[in-house]
């Protein structure tokens, strides 16, 4: 993950999403600090010796998980909905999802999970922006007008890193069949899919990634049915 400015806000938020299912192989944690400069750096592993344990996702006694089914996303809900970040980019979600048929509320968990909405973060393998896409990624699905730029350059676009991820998800998953494997060629890449058969890999961090991406996937979703469903009226029958 990428570093994040504005702790306050955002860094509970990441905490509520570091959350998988019991039946995952993989740990999931958070660790973080703040820098002198207000900015606050989490990883799913402590790189340094600055770095606190923020979340574990140690096993409860009594509690059992089920995907979706929980609140501890609500907090980062309500950022979603009212933070400056997500809003800006609302047109462009929608804009995309209208061009490739993929739902708004995948592209913007994918975004939280990768970026944390921060469009100028670059990963340690040379993953740009938003989506985090690499240089050879964003050529691979570029157009004409689009090549005229350097990839790691036009990355740092929104609007071309969003429409970039969309077309990408929406490939791997016509091409894999299901948005879970999408999502783990989209982390492992598409040959560690390919060798295990079009299934999940049996990779631990590719596992926690997927799950953390469907848990605000789902979460998401639930919210959008719930916003519609307070627009409706009840209307008494006929008499």
Request: proline share 6%; net charge positive.
């Amino acid at each position: 993950m990428a570093a994040l400015r504005g702790w306050s806000l955002v860094l509970p938020t990441l905490m509520l999403a570091a959350v998988v299912v019991a039946s995952t192989p993989a740990r999931a944690e958070l660790w973080g600090y703040v820098d002198g400069a207000g900015v606050a750096h989490v990883s799913p592993s402590a790189l340094d010796s600055r770095y606190t344990l923020l979340m574990s996702d140690a096993p409860r006694p009594v509690e059992k998980r089920v995907l979706g089914k929980t609140d501890r996303t609500g907090g980062l809900l309500t950022w979603l909905e009212y933070a400056p970040e997500p809003r800006v980019l609302q047109p462009l979600l929608r804009e995309a999802a209208r061009n490739t048929g993929v739902d708004s509320e995948l592209l913007k968990a994918v975004i939280v999970v990768e970026s944390g909405f921060n469009g100028r973060a670059v990963s340690p393998r040379g993953a740009v922006g938003l989506m985090q896409i690499t240089p050879e990624t964003a050529d691979r699905y570029a157009s004409r007008s689009e090549l005229l730029r350097p990839a790691a350059e036009r990355l740092l676009d929104a609007r071309v890193n969003v429409l970039t991820g969309a077309r990408m998800l929406s490939d791997l998953t016509r091409r894999f069949g299901s948005i879970d494997v999408a999502l783990a060629a989209w982390n492992a890449g598409e040959g560690t899919v390919r060798k295990h058969g079009g299934k999940m890999p049996p990779i631990d961090e590719t596992r926690a990634h997927v799950q953390l991406v469907l848990e605000l996937y789902w979460a998401l979703l639930q919210n959008r049915q719930s916003q519609l469903a307070t627009q409706m009226t009840l209307h008494a029958g006929e008499p």
